[in-house]
Structures are given as structure tokens and as C-alpha cells.
């Protein structure tokens, strides 16, 4: 059975044209906005459910000093109240997607508390998203000083 070479054509030039389309990559930028800001609303009221949904299992969480925790020890820390965050304001973020990943970028500021001294921070932070089952899921975070 011959196969059609135009209807072929035109479909691959149609799927192209949509990956390429501003249109819809600024909705998945708004898509991983809103699950940017979804960690940070699970990062000032630790859920376990909600962080669960928001993180990929195989996290790596990287801190500004050099400390890395996987999925399990983020979590853990967080919903322990061992590590917390009084406050938290984002600032200078940008998204960019390809596909099926995303790399959201911001400065964090505000306040920790850990080992029940409350400090401020600083921080410049990297953070990428996954495209897991239709939902924005963070499979890494790294922050660095600023």
C-alpha cells in the first residue's frame, strides 16, 4: 500500500509549526509560572500531598551553600518543621520552555528559619520543571549566592 507523501507533509509541517508557536509556548510559561508559584505556597505551608504532586521523584534540591537533599529529605525537612519559611517574595523570575522541560529562574528573598534561628535570604535561583502526566513538576532546584 502506497503511502501519501503530502497528507504526510503536511501534518509534520502543521506539528512543527505549533512547537514553534509563540502562542503556545507562552502558555506553558504560564504553566510553570503557576507551578512556581504553587512550591511556593508549599514551601511557606508545608503539605506533603501538595509537594508530592509538585516534585518529580527523583529531585535534586541544591542549597546556595552547597548542601543537596533528593525528593525524601526535602520533603521531610519541610514537613518536619525543621526547615521553614516565614516569608518568601519572588523577584526577576523568567521562564523559558522547550518541550517538554522548563527552566524558571528567579531571586528568592525572604525569610528561614533552621535550627530555630530565623534569618533572612538572598538568593538567585534555577530551578527545572518537567512535563509529567500533563502537570509542571520540578525535577531540580539550585541556588546560588547573589
Known amino acids: 500500500m502506497p503511502i501519501a507523501r503530502r497528507p504526510l507533509l503536511a501534518l509534520a509541517l502543521a506539528a512543527a509549526l ?9 502558555g ?12 511556593t505556597a508549599a514551601l ?3 503539605d506533603a500531598a501538595a509537594l508530592d504532586a509538585l516534585v518529580l521523584d527523583g529531585l535534586s534540591y541544591g542549597h546556595s551553600g552547597g548542601a543537596v537533599q533528593d525528593k525524601a529529605a526535602f520533603a521531610d525537612a519541610l514537613t518536619s518543621r525543621r526547615s521553614a519559611f516565614p516569608s518568601i517574595v519572588l523577584s526577576d523570575r523568567s521562564v523559558s520552555v522547550v518541550g517538554e522541560d522548563a527552566i524558571a529562574r528567579h531571586v528568592f528573598s525572604g525569610e528561614t ?11 538567585g535561583v534555577m530551578q527545572v520543571w518537567h512535563r509529567d502526566g500533563g502537570r509542571w513538576r ?7 549566592k547573589i
Not at 505549533?18 to 507562552?26: F, I, T
Open 138 to 144: 520540578l525535577l531540580a532546584r539550585q541556588a546560588y
Open 18 to 26: 505549533l512547537a514553534s508557536n509563540p502562542a503556545v509556548s507562552a
Open 113 to 123: 528559619t533552621f535550627g530555630g534561628k530565623t534569618v533572612p535570604v538572598r538568593i
Open 28 to 39: 506553558a510559561a504560564t504553566e510553570v509560572e503557576a507551578a512556581v508559584d504553587a512550591l
Open 44 to 46: 511557606l505551608a508545608p
